[in-house]
């Protein structure tokens, strides 16, 4: 056990020290990796606290796809704007974020020591989901609003991406294109790693029904090999005008809202499941979200159309 604590406090001030330096870092590319090695350092953390789903979504959200936007958004910004903030302004941010971490400290501190909990009386009704895997089971049960709001915010954000663009760019295919290899390891780890990625990617949304997985590690997963396929030269990005496009991008919340509606008329409640039949139902829903979630992460690293259609 002396070494499992251990490797625990080694892991946690590794954390910190990785933390430190994105935060005080005077480099943008720096801050970046510093930031994508923290969020593959606490899927680690998260591993060790025994929440695999939380850890496969941090590893494919925070450390891969949202590393590579932040990347992105580094080259940009090293082109047009080198200034950075004056050191009151960081003085004044640091203030505050220490101010949170000391109020979430004394909430967590004084919390009783037997906390009042719903947690079993949860667990007993989740029999009537037939999902095996608890996560998914209260993510798309007792918190399916929830849920369904969080793809709502992540198509406002494509949108808010999508209004960057130009009005003679609107239609047309983001500047994302590179030129086609015809040979070199990108390449071949396309060809060889992009097939096998999303294969993985489609387990992990299927077997979240009853294992650790779910639609958003599958959805981030395939959107990270699509970006492999574009960084590659073997795909380009889509036109953002195209029907087919907006079609599979609403299609998670589309699916969510008919469901839902459609709870008052089979179980007497806005999503509501239907006796018998949650589990296939809660299945149909998270293949919808899966295709939106790998759609719009894609499409919010790619950027807002930059190319006449």
């Given at each position: ?211 650790p997985g779910g639609a958003f590690a599958g959805g981030a997963l395939i959107a990270a090999m699509g970006l492999l396929a574009f960084f590659a030269g073997v795909a380009r990005p889509p036109l953002v005008g195209s029907g087919w496009l907006r079609w599979a991008v609403v299609a998670g919340i589309a699916v969510f809202l008919i469901v839902g509606f459609g709870g008052f008329w ?44």
């Amino acid at each position: 056990m002396n070494a499992v604590y251990g490797l625990f406090a080694g892991l946690s001030a590794l954390l910190l020290v990785v933390a430190g330096f994105a935060v005080v870092t005077r480099r943008h590319f720096a801050a970046v990796v510093g930031f994508t090695a923290f969020g593959l350092l606490l899927s680690l953390a998260w591993v060790a606290l025994a929440a695999p789903d939380v850890a496969l979504t941090e590893a494919a959200v925070g450390g891969g796809v949202t590393g590579v936007l932040l990347l992105s958004a580094s080259v940009q910004m090293r082109a047009k704007m080198e200034v950075l903030p004056s050191w009151g302004v960081r003085f004044i941010a640091a203030v505050l974020a220490a101010i949170v971490t000391a109020g979430l400290m004394l909430v967590v501190l004084m919390l009783p020591d037997e906390a009042p909990t719903l947690a079993p009386a949860a667990k007993e009704s989740l029999a009537f989901t037939g999902m095996g895997n608890p996560a998914t089971a209260v993510l798309m049960a007792y918190r399916a609003l929830d849920t369904m709001l969080e793809k709502v915010v992540l198509l406002l954000a494509l949108v808010a991406v999508w209004s960057l663009g130009r009005d003679h760019f609107w239609g047309g295919r983001p500047d994302f294109d590179f030129s086609t290899q015809t040979s070199g390891p990108l390449l071949l780890l396309a060809r060889v790693l992009v097939p096998v990625g999303v294969l993985v990617g489609i387990y992990l949304f299927w077997v979240g029904a009853d294992e650790p997985g779910g639609a958003f590690a599958g959805g981030a997963l395939i959107a990270a090999m699509g970006l492999l396929a574009f960084f590659a030269g073997v795909a380009r990005p889509p036109l953002v005008g195209s029907g087919w496009l907006r079609w599979a991008v609403v299609a998670g919340i589309a699916v969510f809202l008919i469901v839902g509606f459609g709870g008052f008329w089979g179980a007497g409640d806005f999503l509501a499941y239907p006796d018998g039949l949650a589990k296939p139902v809660i299945v149909v829903i998270e293949v919808a979200m899966t295709l939106s979630i790998a759609l719009t992460l894609v499409l919010l690293v790619v950027g807002p159309p930059g190319r006449r259609p």
